[in-house]
């Protein structure tokens, strides 16, 4: 028999906020429908719903910044002495503790205590720890550019990161408004498919959109927390 699914829609806005870094800050509207099956059918008490909104909202915005630090940003670094490329062929980063959590932290206003002292790699290992799954999460720590070799690590107890490591540019734009449809699959697992450049729900329903405008992602719940599967580029 077939299935019917009435996806979950959900209108995303990404305002830049103020700062060097261009940071977005993601707002939604929306409303949410079930996934309606014949077989299975899946439904979300209004605290779920909610529960489900803002841990997309949290994971993207973390998403966001986690790709820019691991792939198209640029950190400040410690120079080496007469301009030598580092021994151990990882800089010290050249960023205070409090400065690297605004940097994680900007969009989200929930950052960890500040305190005194060099940025450190314990907090980009919480950071990411704290959007992806746990196997890719430790795929992104320590094999992020296929090189099997982490671009961050701890040096001598500051943040380190890798001499050869180079930036690419992002070809998202995050600063248009998304859509994002859910399908739900069961109350600790959601795929959803993120709609860009403007595509509409009907467009994507009848196949007249460009691939590079739609990015699927799934969602698990772990341990009581929403966590992403993929890195949403």
Not at 43 to 58: G, I, K, M, P, V
Not at 61 to 79: G, Q, R
Not at 186 to 200: A, G, K, P
């Amino acid at each position: 028999m077939g299935t019917k699914k009435a996806p979950i829609i959900m209108t995303v806005i990404f305002a830049v906020l103020a700062g060097a870094l261009g940071i977005f800050a993601l707002y939604h509207t929306g409303v949410f429908s079930g996934n309606e099956s014949s077989s299975n059918t899946v439904h979300l008490t209004a605290d779920e719903e909610l529960e489900l909104r803002n841990a997309t909202q949290d994971l993207i915005s973390k998403n966001i910044i986690a790709y820019s630090l691991f792939y198209t940003d640029e950190l400040p670094l410690v120079p080496e002495p007469y301009g030598n490329v580092p021994e151990d062929g990882y800089y010290a980063v050249n960023m205070t503790y409090n400065d690297l959590n605004k940097k994680l932290y900007t969009v989200l206003n929930h950052a960890p205590d500040q305190k005194e002292g060099n940025a450190e790699y314990q907090q980009i290992e919480i950071f990411v720890n704290k959007i992806y799954t746990p196997d890719l999460a430790k795929e992104i720590l320590n094999n992020s550019d296929n090189t099997n070799k982490p671009v961050f690590k701890d040096k001598d107890g500051r943040l380190g990161v890798k001499a050869d490591h180079q930036s690419i540019s992002s070809k998202r734009n995050w600063q248009e408004n998304i859509s994002i449809l859910y399908d739900i699959k069961t109350t600790s697992e959601c795929e959803i498919t993120i709609l860009f450049n403007n595509v509409t729900e009907q467009q994507y329903d009848s196949g007249e959109f460009n691939q590079d405008d739609v990015v699927k992602a799934t969602i698990y719940k772990i341990n009581g927390e929403w966590r992403l599967n993929e890195i949403v580029e």
